[in-house]
């Protein structure tokens, strides 16, 4: 099983800047891909951004395109969401999340029950 921390949230004014960090410990050999989603209150939650493991592809909602970036460093085993420009809409709790069977990945990636394991989340509010 693999076990999942996020950190790196916080208060920041709009137009700043956040780098959220997700460290993986347990069997991470096992890990396909990582995503980031994020629930606001009184809101569903969201796909954020995912890359898969091994090929470095990334995915991003149209939302965070061109503000986020997702990445990761294997020797840490730990994943990171790099968040400029942010904006008050941008405020929730952010969750990182872990595949490990890649079968139709590519295509649900966005879709939260494709995830094995979650952490507990980090909340980021963005005041404006």
């Known amino acids: 099983q693999v076990q999942l921390v996020e950190s790196g949230g916080g208060l920041v004014q709009a137009g700043g800047s956040l780098r959220l960090s997700c460290a993986a410990s347990g069997r991470t050999f096992s890990t396909y891909a990582m995503g980031w989603f994020r629930q606001a209150p009184g809101k569903e939650r969201e796909f954020v951004a995912a890359?898969?493991?091994?090929?470095?592809?990334?995915y991003y909602v149209d939302s965070v395109k061109g503000r986020f970036t997702i990445s990761r460093d294997n020797a840490k085993n730990t994943v990171y969401l790099q968040m400029n420009s942010l904006k008050p809409e941008d405020t929730a709790v952010y969750y990182c999340a872990t595949r490990g069977d890649p079968t139709y990945f590519n295509s649900n990636y966005y879709y939260s029950p494709t995830y094995d394991v979650w952490g507990q989340g980090t909340q980021v509010t963005v005041s404006s």
């Open positions: 890359i898969i493991w091994s090929a470095r592809m990334t």
